[in-house]
């Protein structure tokens, strides 16, 4: 009898909310949407918020909130599903990913892409309440999104692309409350990139066997056994240009407090990284929900 992954590294856990809660045709549905594995959504909105406090310098607007909140949710599933879909060959092989809803069978691959289709259309909605220079700026992520998937092929740099498309949302935050993108916002941007090139490589790190067994290619098999150093160079990438594009972006002397703290708990995570423990790695890699959280806190003072 085929033995199931460990739980704490697999994507799906067996009688979790979605078996015990949701009728049995809408679980795949919310499995391909990732809602039962929220990581990637705070991931995705809390730069978005810090981007929207810095933008507004204080308290951002309650509309502005809610629809940049749904954007991110929205255009996060719709990723999620495409790289489902892109994927549905690999991942059938790959121990933490086999029992995702396109590779175990769950659903077809016609019902994936029209649920994706939904998906895009709720997220296009959004776009009639932004200005047109935010919306301009927003269909600009779509070749990114849709790239992505296919990165993990040609190039060991496809956490470079998915940091670039996770974190666009910074970037219209800035286009739609200040009509611009200055250049401390694209810092900002760039610092978030980092950010994602250094954890998704530790998440990545989970997956190195299998992704080398399939030829597919990654930072972690870029780096190999120098992963710690050059994760640690990333992580100080991006406490450096956050401090810079904060200072940039008008924030006051609160805001390099809250850099000092990020600094810190960025060294403290690539310390503790253990390149042969895969459960280390991903608790590591979950531990960025509070970097976001500490980015968004940073930028809050900083408006003081």
């Known amino acids: 009898m085929t033995a199931l992954p460990r739980p704490d590294l697999s994507d799906i856990h067996?009688?979790?909310?979605?078996?015990?809660?949701?009728?049995?045709?809408?679980?795949?549905?919310?499995r391909l949407?990732?809602?039962?594995?929220?990581?990637?959504?705070?991931?995705?909105?809390?730069?978005?918020?810090?981007?929207?406090?810095?933008?507004?310098?204080?308290?951002?607007?309650?509309?502005?909130?809610?629809?940049?909140?749904?954007?991110?949710?929205?255009?996060?599933?719709?990723?999620?599903?495409?790289?489902?879909?892109?994927?549905?060959k690999f991942d059938g092989h790959v121990e933490r990913t086999r029992f995702r809803p396109l590779a175990s069978g769950q659903i077809g691959t016609p019902y994936a892409f029209a649920f994706l289709a939904v998906e895009l259309a709720l997220a296009g909605c959004l776009l009639f309440f932004l200005t047109p220079y935010t919306r301009l700026i927003a269909v600009c992520l779509l070749p990114l999104v849709f790239v992505y998937p296919l990165c993990k092929r040609f190039t060991h740099w496809p956490q470079a692309i998915l940091g670039a498309a996770f974190n666009w949302g910074m970037l219209m935050a800035w286009a739609e409350i200040a009509g611009h993108i200055p250049v401390g916002a694209v810092l900002m941007w760039a610092g978030a990139i980092a950010w994602q090139i250094g954890y998704d490589t530790v998440y990545a790190y989970v997956d190195v066997k299998d992704d080398k067994r399939l030829g597919l290619k990654s930072t972690a098999i870029l780096f190999g056994r120098n992963g710690k150093t050059f994760i640690g160079l990333f992580y100080a990438l991006t406490a450096g240009a956050?401090?810079?594009?904060?200072?940039?972006?008008?924030?006051?002397?609160?805001?390099?407090?809250?850099?000092?703290?990020?600094?810190?708990?960025?060294?403290?995570?690539t310390w503790r990284l253990d390149l042969h423990r895969p459960e280390v790695n991903f608790r590591l890699f979950l531990a960025n929900i509070l970097t976001g959280v500490l980015l968004a806190c940073a930028a809050f003072i900083g408006t003081w």
């Open 242 to 269: 956050w401090s810079l594009g904060g200072w940039l972006s008008g924030m006051s002397l609160p805001y390099a407090f809250g850099m000092l703290v990020i600094a810190a708990h960025l060294a403290w995570q």
């Open 33 to 88: 949407a990732r809602l039962d594995r929220p990581v990637g959504i705070w991931l995705t909105l809390f730069p978005c918020w810090a981007a929207l406090i810095q933008a507004s310098h204080g308290v951002p607007d309650l509309r502005q909130l809610t629809i940049f909140s749904l954007g991110a949710l929205l255009m996060r599933s719709a990723g999620s599903t495409i790289n489902d879909i892109a994927d549905r």
């Open 14 to 30: 067996p009688g979790d909310w979605v078996d015990r809660r949701l009728p049995p045709a809408w679980r795949p549905y919310t």
